[in-house]
């Protein structure tokens, strides 16, 4: 999307996928970047799975989305905007085990999550 104004969450919050509101989200195995703006305004969302295949997340991507848990499973913190997560303050970031300080002090990461728990 060229501006969230392209985004067709901004005035419909609700994902749907072959007719099924979708809160849970899981981005697919084969996916390397998610691009700016994809879930911009998605409010409906609970918790987004993000694999270990994902090496970049583009500005404003998850701006004004809720979801309260967000599961990364890459080793090494993917790259972000300063504004992927800017609205994701009180979220829980889950990660790989041994990756906890990767993330704390990647750009943005730590800042932008409540707390960061590694997975087992």
Same mark, same amino acid.
């Given at each position: 999307f060229i501006d969230g104004s392209a985004n067709p969450f901004r005035h419909g919050v609700k994902l749907y996928?072959?007719?099924?509101?979708? *809160?849970?989200?899981? /981005? %697919?195995?084969? @996916?390397?970047? =998610?691009?700016? $703006?994809? !879930?911009? +305004? &998605?409010?409906?969302? *609970?918790?987004?799975? /993000? %694999?270990?295949? @994902?090496?970049? =997340?583009?500005? $404003?991507? !998850?701006? +004004? &989305?809720?979801?309260?848990?967000?599961?990364?499973?890459?080793?090494?913190p993917p790259k =972000?905007?300063? $504004?992927? !997560?800017?609205?994701?303050r009180k979220a829980t970031l889950y990660v790989p085990k041994g990756c906890l300080l990767s993330y704390w002090e990647a750009y943005k990461w730590g800042e932008s999550f409540n707390q960061i728990i590694e997975m087992e």
């Open positions: 996928l072959n007719g099924n509101e979708v *809160t849970d989200l899981v /981005i %697919p195995d084969d @996916v390397v970047e =998610i691009k700016k $703006y994809v !879930f911009y +305004n &998605c409010k409906t969302l *609970t918790s987004i799975t /993000i %694999p270990n295949s @994902v090496t970049s =997340i583009g500005e $404003y991507t !998850f701006l +004004n &989305c809720y979801a309260s848990y967000f599961y990364c499973y890459a080793m090494s =972000i905007n300063e $504004y992927t !997560f800017d609205s994701n």
